[in-house]
C-alpha cells in the first residue's frame, strides 16, 4: 500500500530532476545554432536588413544576390574547387599513408615507440616556423601556388593526427584475427586489406573525416603558399573585409557554401562513424 | 597430411625463454596434446609451428620440409584460435570460404566444399549469418570449420575450448575427438585442461617452463610420472602426497612418517634398490587409491590404516573424502554411501602397489 502511495511522487520527482538536463540541453542548442542559422538567414537578406533594429529573423524579401556575387564575381567558386580538390586528395593521401605507417607501428611495433612519438611531436611545431621556408623552397620547386604544393604540405600536416587515430584503433584490434588470416593463406598485404582494414574502418573513416576538416578549414599555410591560381576557400574571406567595409551577406553566403561538403560528408559517415563492428567477433 | 618434426627449438621474447630446446617428434595422423600450466610455452610451441612466430634456434619439420622461414600460408596448417578469431565482418561462408578464395579456388568447389564442412558440423543454416549473431558453441563450430574445409596437412588447435560453459565444453571434445577419428589429419592441440588432455589425446606432451617435463600415452604419464609435477598436474583432483622416510629391514621396505608410529610397508618390486635406508622420501598416492577397507585382511600390498573423516565432499556418484595420516591430510576418493558424516572412523586401504614414490629433492620418481 505505501509504495502505491509514493509512486504519483515519485514520478514528479523523476520529471523535476530532468528538468535541469532539458535546460542544459536547450540551451546549448540554442547556444549552436542561432548563429548558424543568423548566418545561412544574413545571407539571403537585403543589404539594409543586415544590422537593422529590431533585427529582421526572415527577411521579408529574400535574395540570392550575395550568393552570385560571392561565388562569381569573388571568385568564391574556383576557391571552392580548389579547396575540394586540395582537401580530398589530402585526405585520401594522409588516410593511405597514416593506415600504413599506423599499422606498421601498432603490429611491428616499427620505431619502438619514439617513432610514434616523433610524428606525434611534428605537431608541437608552429606554423609559423615552417611557412618561410616552404615558401622559399615552393617557389624555386615551382610548387608556389599549385594544387600539388598545397596537397604536399597538407598531407605531411595532417600525417601526425591520422596515424595516432589509426595508430590508436589498429592496436586495439585482435591480433588473433590477422593470425588466423595468416593461416587461412592471406599474404601480409592481403591480411591488412582485407581483414584489418574493413574492421578499423570506423577508425580510418574518423581520422579521414578529421583530416578533411582540418584542411578544409586552413587559412595560413593557404594564404602563404597560393595566390592567383591555387588559392582554396577560406582565403576568400580576406576580399570580404575590405575598405567599403564589411560584406556581410557575401560573407555569410560564402560560409553558408562551404558549410555544404561538410555536412554531406559527416552524413555519408555517419554509419561508419558509429564502433563495435569486432563485437561478437571473439569470446563471447 | 603429415608428420611435425620439432629439432632444439629455441624462442626469445623480450628477455622471457618461453621454449627451451625442445624436441619433438608426432608421427603423422597423431593427436598429441601439449598440456601445462600457463606460461610453460605450449602455445608458443605451437604459434611457432604455424609459423607465427619465428625460431630463434633449432628447426620445425613439417613432413620432409623444413619450414624455418616459410610463410604461415606456405605451410598448409589450419589453425583454430582460443578466441575463435572469426572475421567479424564476413558472414560464417565468407570466414569458412576465406582459405579458399585466397588460393583462388573456383566458385563451385568452393561452394562445394563449404557445404560438405557445414554439413559435417550441422551448422548449414547458419551459413548467412554473422558470426556476433551465433552463440559460443555455433562460434566455435565454425572456427572448427574454417580449419578443415581446405584439408590441411596439420591442424593445430590453441585452448580451443576454454571460453565455452562446461556442458558445451563436453560436447565439443567429443566432436573433437570424432573429427579425428573421422579425418586422421596430425593435429597439434594445446590446453592447460588436463581433462581434454587426457581424454583427447593419442599422447600427452606435458610441458613447463619451455621444456618438455614428459611425453607419452595419457594413461602412462597417469600412471607412471616421472616427476612429482607430472603426477600432480594429472588427475583431479589432485595426487596426494606424503612426505616419509624409508626404513629398510632384510628385503623390504616401508616408509616411516617422523614422530609417528604409522608406516607404510611397500610392496614386493616397490622397495626399489635406490631406496637407501634412511633416505627422505614422498609418496604419491591418488585419492582412487585409497578405498574403504571391506573384509578380514587386504591383499598384500595394500595397507590398512583406520581414520577419521575429517572433510566430505559428495559428487553423487562418488564422495571424497579428507581424513590424516600420520598428520598428513589425505582425499580419498570413496563410493557414495561409504561415509554418512565427517567425524566418522572407516578402514581405510591404502593401494601402496599404485603409489609413486618421489625424491623430494629433484622431485624425479624414484
Known amino acids: 500500500m505505501a509504495d502505491a502511495a509514493t509512486r504519483p511522487l515519485r514520478i514528479r520527482s523523476r520529471a523535476t530532476a530532468e528538468l535541469p538536463r532539458i535546460l542544459c540541453i536547450a540551451g546549448f542548442v540554442i547556444f549552436v545554432l542561432v548563429p548558424l542559422y543568423w548566418m545561412v538567414v544574413t545571407s539571403i537578406k537585403p543589404t539594409s536588413d543586415y544590422l537593422a533594429l529590431p533585427p529582421v529573423w526572415f527577411p521579408a524579401e529574400p535574395t540570392i544576390v550575395h550568393y552570385t556575387a560571392a561565388l562569381f564575381s569573388y571568385r568564391g567558386l574556383d576557391g571552392l574547387t580548389n579547396s575540394i580538390i586540395i582537401a580530398s586528395a589530402s585526405t585520401v593521401l594522409s588516410t593511405v599513408f597514416g593506415t600504413l605507417m599506423a599499422y606498421s607501428m601498432a603490429r611491428f611495433n616499427t620505431g619502438s615507440g619514439h617513432l610514434a612519438f616523433w610524428v606525434l611531436s611534428q605537431r608541437f611545431l608552429p606554423p609559423v616556423a615552417t611557412a618561410l621556408p616552404l615558401f622559399l623552397m615552393f617557389r624555386s620547386w615551382h610548387l608556389y601556388d599549385t594544387h600539388v604544393g598545397l596537397i604536399i604540405v597538407y598531407t605531411v600536416m595532417t600525417l601526425p593526427l591520422s596515424v595516432w ?12 584475427l590477422e593470425d588466423a588470416a595468416l593461416v587461412d593463406g592471406l599474404s601480409r598485404w592481403q591480411a591488412l586489406w582485407m581483414v584489418a582494414v574493413p574492421l578499423a574502418a570506423p577508425g580510418i573513416v574518423a581520422a579521414a573525416v578529421f583530416v578533411f576538416v582540418a584542411v ?58 558509429v564502433r563495435g563492428l569486432t563485437l561478437g567477433a571473439l569470446r563471447g | 597430411m603429415a608428420g611435425v618434426r620439432i629439432s632444439g ?18 608421427p603423422d595422423g597423431e593427436f598429441t596434446v601439449l598440456v601445462g600450466p600457463s606460461g610453460c610455452g605450449k602455445s ?4 611457432t609451428i604455424a609459423g607465427l612466430e619465428d625460431a630463434d634456434a633449432g628447426t620445425v619439420a613439417i613432413g620432409d620440409e ?21 572475421y567479424p565482418h564476413m558472414t560464417v561462408f565468407g570466414n569458412i570460404s576465406l582459405s579458399l578464395r585466397a588460393r583462388g579456388r573456383p566458385k563451385a568447389e568452393i561452394e ?69 577419428q573421422d579425418i586422421s589429419t596430425t593435429m597439434i592441440y594445446v590446453t592447460h585442461d588436463q581433462i581434454e588432455a587426457m581424454t583427447l589425446a593419442d599422447r600427452i606432451v606435458l610441458m613447463r617452463e619451455g621444456w618438455i617435463e614428459q611425453q607419452g600415452a595419457p594413461l602412462d604419464l597417469y600412471e607412471q610420472p616421472a616427476t612429482m609435477f607430472v603426477a600432480g598436474f594429472l588427475g583431479s583432483p589432485q595426487m596426494n602426497f606424503l612426505r616419509g622416510r624409508i626404513v629398510r629391514s632384510g628385503e623390504g ?10 608406516s607404510l610397508v611397500l610392496p614386493p618390486g616397490r622397495e626399489r634398490k635406490g631406496l637407501s635406508d634412511g633416505a627422505e622420501v614422498i609418496v604419491g598416492l591418488r585419492p582412487e587409491h585409497a578405498r574403504r577397507g571391506v573384509g578380514v585382511e587386504p591383499v598384500p600390498g595394500v595397507v590398512r590404516t583406520e581414520a577419521a573423516i575429517e572433510l566430505l565432499q559428495p559428487t553423487g556418484s562418488r564422495s571424497y573424502a579428507t581424513f590424516r595420516l600420520a598428520g598428513q591430510p589425505v582425499l580419498a576418493e570413496l563410493q557414495a554411501h561409504d561415509v554418512s558424516r565427517p567425524g566418522e572412523r572407516i578402514p581405510i586401504d591404502l593401494d601402496l602397489r599404485r603409489a609413486a614414490i618421489f625424491d623430494p629433492q629433484s622431485g624425479k620418481a624414484l
Request: one cysteine or more; a positive charge.
Open chain 1, 216 to 273: 578544409w578549414t586552413e587559412f595560413f599555410f593557404a594564404l602563404v603558399l597560393t595566390s592567383r591560381y591555387a588559392f582554396t576557400l577560406p582565403t576568400v574571406f580576406r576580399a570580404f573585409l575590405g575598405f567599403q567595409g564589411a560584406q556581410y551577406g557575401e560573407a555569410c553566403a560564402l560560409a553558408t557554401t562551404s558549410l555544404v561538403p561538410s555536412i554531406v560528408l559527416g552524413i555519408l559517415v555517419q554509419r561508419h562513424l
Open chain 2, 44 to 47: 608458443t610451441l605451437l604459434r
Open chain 2, 112 to 180: 562445394t566444399r563449404v557445404a560438405r564442412v557445414a554439413d559435417l558440423l550441422g551448422i548449414v543454416n547458419l551459413l548467412g549469418r554473422y558470426p556476433r549473431q551465433l552463440s559460443g558453441g555455433q562460434r566455435q563450430r565454425v572456427a572448427i570449420g574454417r580449419a578443415i574445409v581446405r584439408n590441411p596437412r596439420v591442424f593445430l588447435f590453441d585452448e580451443p575450448l576454454s571460453n565455452l560453459d562446461a556442458q558445451l565444453r563436453d560436447e565439443m571434445r567429443g566432436e573433437i575427438k570424432r573429427l579425428h
Open chain 2, 253 to 262: 621396505a616401508a616408509v616411516r612418517f617422523d614422530g609417528e608410529d604409522t
Open chain 2, 66 to 86: 623444413i619450414v624455418n622461414g616459410v610463410r604461415p600460408r606456405d605451410r598448409d596448417v589450419a589453425m583454430v584460435f582460443q578466441d575463435y578469431a572469426l
Open chain 2, 9 to 26: 627449438l629455441h624462442k626469445r621474447f623480450a628477455g622471457v625463454h618461453a621454449v627451451r630446446g625442445i624436441d619433438l617428434d608426432i
Open chain 1, 165 to 176: 587515430m589509426m595508430y590508436a584503433y589498429f592496436r586495439q584490434l585482435p591480433r588473433s
